[in-house]
C-alpha cells in the first residue's frame, strides 16, 4: 500500500453518507397527499385581472403626466431657444457665436442648479 490509499481510507470516513432508507417511508406516510394538484383555471383569471388594472392604471398616469409635463417641457424650449438666440445675436451673430451661447446656456443653468440644491446639501450635511 501506498500513502495514496492510506488517505482513501482516511477520507472514506469523512464522505457523506446517503439519506437513511426508512426516511422516505417517514416523508410519505406524514405528508398525506403529496402530489401536485392541478391549477385552476381561477388562478390565472385573478393574475389576469391583475395585469389589467395595472396596466389600466399604468395608462391612466401616463396620460395625467404628459398632459402636466408636456406644456411645460415646450414652453421651457421655447425660452431656451429664445435665450440662446438673443445671446447669439449680442455674440455677432455666427457659428462660433451659437456654439457659445449654447454652451453659455448650459453652464448658467448647471450653475443655478447647483445652487437650487446647495440649501438641501447643506441641510444633510449638517444631520450627518
Known amino acids: 500500500m501506498n500513502e495514496h ?3 482513501e481510507r ?14 422516505r417511508q417517514r416523508i410519505v406516510t406524514t405528508v398525506p397527499d403529496a402530489r401536485p394538484r392541478e391549477s385552476s383555471g381561477n388562478s390565472w383569471l385573478a393574475a389576469a ?6 396596466a ?3 395608462a391612466q398616469a401616463s396620460r395625467t403626466f404628459d398632459g402636466l ?10 425660452e431656451r431657444a429664445a ?3 438673443e445671446m447669439t445675436t449680442l455674440l455677432g451673430g455666427d457659428e462660433f457665436a451659437r456654439a ?7 453652464a448658467s443653468h448647471a450653475i443655478a442648479a447647483a445652487a437650487a440644491s446647495a440649501p438641501a446639501r ?6 450627518q
Request: aromatic content about 10%; hydrophobic content about 55%.
Open 56 to 58: 389600466a392604471l399604468h
Open 10 to 23: 482516511l477520507m472514506e470516513r469523512y464522505r457523506p453518507a446517503g439519506p437513511p432508507a426508512s426516511l
Open 69 to 78: 409635463v408636456a406644456p411645460q417641457i415646450e414652453r421651457l424650449a421655447l
Open 83 to 85: 435665450a440662446i438666440d
Open 5 to 7: 490509499d492510506d488517505v
Open 100 to 106: 457659445a451661447a449654447e454652451r453659455w446656456y448650459e
Open 49 to 54: 385581472a391583475v395585469f389589467l388594472v395595472a
Open 122 to 127: 447643506l441641510e444633510t450635511s449638517w444631520i
